[in-house]
């Protein structure tokens, strides 16, 4: 398998979910990382159940971010610790961390010291909020900034509760632009010389993500709503009834409507407004109860079986497990067994979705054991 960044060490300090997801990634180019816990470990740890070995082993939670490493525990709060920390950085090319600004500058772990101590360190730090902010001395949690970056006043029923995402969304996009800025200041530091202090705040990587949802509050000014399982910019793109369950469709273009208007019975010339996306947004309300009234004539396979047949992104809302279990993983390749050899045991994970000349980025290392 192809590893990019097998020249490279990572010095992983940071825990929970943003950081070890980001070191993850780059253990799965190739990178060499060393993760260091405190002396409880990664509090992921015991985030269950479930947990391997009954009660006794590791959670999925930890198992989800740690592939690819070797840990060991650290006192950073002993001289011994800080010692120990600084004689690994003499060979490190990255130091990732997701310590309080305040936190990381008493042990040292600040950019301006470290970089006088250590030129050539290349120093990612994950926080909640920006270092140059009133809020930066504030714990950075996925769930808080979901709710002050306005994800969860998006999130829900129009009229339900605003609602967290179902995964930590905020901390995994934290992870995917650290991986980025990482492997972008190894190649600035392999071009000029200089290495770089990266910096992720949480609570922008949430405003980020907000995308068109952002861009469209600031054109209009307005706050935006809930919508449901329907999109705010593009009707029909949401979730119908059918005679025994949900179907979601999605239509992306002009064209896939006229399609699925001839199903539908529907005359374009006597609503050529609804031709262009801006027209059929518009009278949302009516066209989404025509459908609705046709899906519900059939069952799920029936409404999927014609959208296949003409084309017309739809699918049925299927779990979790009935993703990574059904067809036998004929579906998708993603779900990667790593040989644990201290147990003699198989483990599944996910792999990296992005593929080195056809081949799946997935370092064959299992997360580690906890061995205080």
């Known amino acids: 398998m192809s590893k990019p960044l097998s020249h490279f060490r990572i010095v992983d300090l940071s825990c929970v979910l943003a950081g070890p997801f980001s070191t993850q990634l780059l253990a799965d180019f190739g990178a060499e ?34 592939r690819g490493k070797r840990s060991r525990p650290i006192d950073l709060h002993t001289e011994a610790g800080r010692a120990d920390l600084f004689d690994l950085l003499k060979e490190a090319d990255v130091l990732v961390e997701n310590l309080q600004a305040d936190s990381a500058d008493r042990l040292g772990l600040g950019w301006k010291r470290l970089h006088a101590k250590f030129p050539k360190l290349i120093l990612a730090s994950i926080r909640g909020f920006a270092s140059d902010v009133t809020a930066s001395r504030r714990a950075g949690y996925d769930f808080i900034i979901q709710a002050e970056s306005g994800w969860m006043a998006i999130t829900g029923e129009p009229e339900g509760h605003p609602m967290k995402i179902g995964v930590a ?3 995994v996009l934290a992870g995917l632009y650290c991986a980025n800025g990482i492997q972008a200041a190894l190649l600035h530091r392999e071009r000029t010389g200089e290495a770089l202090h990266i910096e992720v705040p949480l609570m922008e990587v949430a405003l980020a993500g907000l995308t068109n949802v952002a861009s469209a ?17 593009i009707v029909p793109y949401q979730s119908f009834r059918c005679r025994d369950g949900d179907v979601a469709i999605g239509v992306g273009s002009d064209r896939q409507f006229e399609v699925l208007a001839m199903w539908l019975g ?24 025509l459908i ?29 497990d009935e993703v990574l279990f059904r067809q036998g993983g004929t579906l998708h390749h993603l779900v990667q067994p790593l040989f644990e050899e201290e ?30």
């Open 33 to 66: 990382v060393q993760k260091l816990e405190p002396p409880e470990g990664d509090p992921t740890r015991g985030w269950g159940p479930p947990f391997a070995d009954g009660e006794t082993g590791d959670s999925a939670y930890f198992r989800c971010a740690n």
């Open 169 to 171: 969304l905020v901390d």
């Open 217 to 233: 509050a600031l054109m209009t000014g307005e706050a935006p709503k809930r919508w449901g399982n329907a999109h705010p910019h």
């Open 266 to 289: 529907l005359d374009l010339e006597a609503r050529p407004e609804w031709k262009k996306n801006r027209g059929r947004v518009k009278d949302r309300v009516e066209l989404v109860a």
């Open 292 to 320: 609705e009234a046709r899906t519900q004539e059939g069952t799920v396979e029936e409404v999927l079986a014609v959208c296949e047949a003409n084309a017309i992104p739809a699918s049925r809302i299927r779990s979790v």
């Open 343 to 372: 147990t003699n045991t198989m483990l599944p994970t996910l792999a990296s979705p992005i593929l080195l000349n056809g081949e799946r980025a997935c370092s064959p290392l299992p997360p580690p054991r906890w061995h205080p």
